[in-house]
């Protein structure tokens, strides 16, 4: 199974992919690559309203735009508890079936699902999910750390990528500002953690929603996470 070494090693195409766009797809593929699994689903994750949105999903023969699916997690437990336990999880069988909101079993064939999170810091800013596997593969204690791995190390890349123009546009306070906003901080936890007055924190919310042309905080953070700035 993947340890960290190749994980770190395979990882590095995902560094030098030229857009944000590549990025997303070197996920996918570096993550089909490494672990024993046929198809893998990439979602961003905001905590205001603690909504999944999809992006892409890959197998072996086609990349499929999932952007129509969103979801509260909070109703589908599996990948609630991946999220805020910030690790990797998988089920099966009668588990599948009370954890997978009944819209996602779309098959007979499919019984289990792999959820991993991507994580910067103690923050999921994302997570990979699969529901096909190789053939005879087990996903026990030993490949669940292998995934958590995985989104951990992703999501220390994705954090150092943020180089589009509106990351250019805002200041790098206020862009920190809006990546914790997105986390669903407070202003009074912005400020304690930012040793910042909450008169300055709601500064910066202020001018980084005017520089992005929003009408609220929650309409920049979408443009942020529309344009790739936040993951």
């Known amino acids: 199974m993947a340890y960290e070494y190749t994980i770190s090693n395979e990882l590095r195409e995902l560094e030098c992919a030229p857009t944000y766009e590549d990025k997303l797809y070197k996920i996918l593929e570096t993550y089909m690559k490494l672990f024993p699994v046929k198809n893998s689903f990439l979602f961003r994750y905001s905590h205001l309203g603690f909504l ?11 990349l499929i735009h999932i952007r129509d ?5 909070r109703s589908l437990p599996i990948i609630y508890s991946a999220l805020y336990e910030r690790k990797a999880k998988y089920c099966s069988g009668i588990d599948y079936l009370r954890q997978v909101n009944s819209k996602y079993i779309t098959s007979s064939n499919v019984n289990s699902l792999a959820v991993i999170p991507i994580c910067v810091n ?11 596997f190789n053939k ?13 791995l995985y989104g951990q ?3 220390k890349i994705l954090e150092r990528s943020h180089d589009a123009l509106e990351s250019r546009l805002l200041s790098k306070r206020e862009l920190e500002v809006m990546k914790r906003v997105s986390w669903g901080e407070s202003t009074k936890e912005m400020a304690n953690s930012m040793n910042l007055s ?5 500064q910066y919310v202020r001018s980084a929603i005017k520089k992005l042309g929003a009408q609220n905080r929650v309409h920049a ?9 936040l993951s």
């Not at 909450?198 to 709601?202: A, G, V």
């Not at 953070?221 to 700035?229: A, P, Q, T």
Request: with cysteine; hydrophobic share 40%.
């Open 52 to 62: 999944g949105e999809g992006i892409i999903s890959i197998n072996a023969d086609e």
């Open 69 to 73: 699916i969103r979801d509260d997690i």
């Open 122 to 132: 103690s923050v999921a800013i994302g997570y990979i999910c699969t529901n096909e």
């Open 136 to 148: 005879d593969t087990i996903i026990d204690q030993k490949v669940l750390a292998s995934f958590t």
């Open 153 to 155: 190390k992703v999501g």
């Open 198 to 202: 909450e008169l300055t924190i709601n």
């Open 221 to 229: 953070v979408s443009i942020l996470f529309r344009n790739g700035i």
